[in-house]
């Protein structure tokens, strides 16, 4: 495996269109020279040893479609300007130390498929206008710390395959609007506090393999579609 910083000169590179240095044991922070990799489509740095907070300036790579910093030791918030990166249509920040809320404006990358923030200290409340990202089909944000309840608009996205927002103080009730989401294959809203009953309306969702709606507080009965 690579140890150490990444080498400067590799932000001279500026054709680069793929930089994957996944899986190694890089260390250090992503310093503000990353902005100059203006042709990145592709940029992997998951599995390392990364801290300190994302540079503001990564919004200069408006033609990513992929980003992944997962499962590294990064802290501080998203920056604001995470919607330069219009075309993304990959982002995983899961397995870090991230804080403060979501910004507003991660409901404006509209191109987005996959959006795994799960496993970070995020809290506030999950912005409404993730509803907007309506080709999303895998959403993972559990193991946050996140409060309020579950936003409506989540139930618009109908391509959703997997929804995991375990782990929180989500409260509130399931709403019959659950049934809207009826490609779901997974979905998870574990060690919550979410009251209420089950609606009858998750009968609906008969692509469903895996329910996990342990230590909550709902009540009544289980729905005879289950």
Known sequence: DFSGVIPSQIYNLTNLEVLNLGRNQFS???PS???????????QLDGNDFSGV??????NLTNLKVL???KN???????DNIDNLMNLEYLYLDHN??????????GNLTDLIYLQLDRNQFSGEIPDNIGNLTKLKELYLDGNQFVGIIPPSIWNLTHLTKLTLGGSDISGT????????TNLIILGIWNSMLTGVIPESIGYL?????LYIINNQLKGEIPSGI
Not at 54 to 59: A, E, N, Y
Not at 97 to 106: D, K, R
């Open 73 to 79: 030791n990064f802290s501080g918030e998203i920056p």
């Open 174 to 181: 399931i709403p019959p609007e659950i049934g809207y989401l």
């Open 33 to 43: 020279q990353i902005g100059n990799l203006t042709n990145l489509i592709h940029l």
């Open 28 to 30: 250090g922070e992503i």
């Open 206 to 210: 008969t692509n469903l393999q895996y």
């Open 68 to 70: 992944n910093l997962g």
């Open 97 to 106: 130390a991230f804080t403060g809320e979501i910004p507003n404006e991660i």
């Open 54 to 59: 994302i540079p503001s300036q990564i919004g």
